[in-house]
Nanobody, 114 residues
Framework: QVQLVESGGGLVQAGGSLRLSCLAS????????MGWYRQAPGKQRELVAN???????NYADSVKGRFTISRDNAKNTVYLQMNSLKPEDTAVYYC????????WGQGTQVTVSS
């Protein structure tokens, strides 16, 4: 089992920045991929970015050039640096980890005002 706890969400004006953190605990050595997803009201949950154990990254087209995912293996933490935020980035952001199964955090709200 893997437990995930997100932090760092909040309210920010358009053009601003936020950094989300996700602390993993439990059977972390089995984790292959960690990532961030988001779900806006009335929409499906979508992948924002993910990162493999080796450091390879993948981003949704809508966030490329604005968001950066990184991981600190020593701290068992994954980060999502979000710059140049837009109102359409408003959503609940979820951390996820995969070891053949997918684990989810509880989510953190990000609200971008225009």
């Amino acid at each position: 089992q893997v437990q995930l706890v997100e932090s760092g969400g909040g309210l920010v004006q358009a053009g601003g920045s936020l950094r989300l953190s996700c602390l993993a605990s439990g059977n972390i050595f089995s984790i292959n991929v960690m990532g961030w997803y988001r779900q806006a009201p009335g929409k499906q949950r979508e992948l924002v970015a993910n990162i493999t154990r080796g450091g390879s990254t993948n981003y949704a087209d809508s966030v490329k050039g604005r968001f950066t995912i990184s991981r600190d293996n020593a701290k068992n933490t994954v980060y999502l640096q979000m710059n140049s935020l837009k109102p359409e980035d408003t959503a609940v952001y979820y951390c996820a980890a995969e070891d053949g199964r997918k684990y989810w955090g509880q989510g953190t709200q990000v609200t971008v005002s225009s």
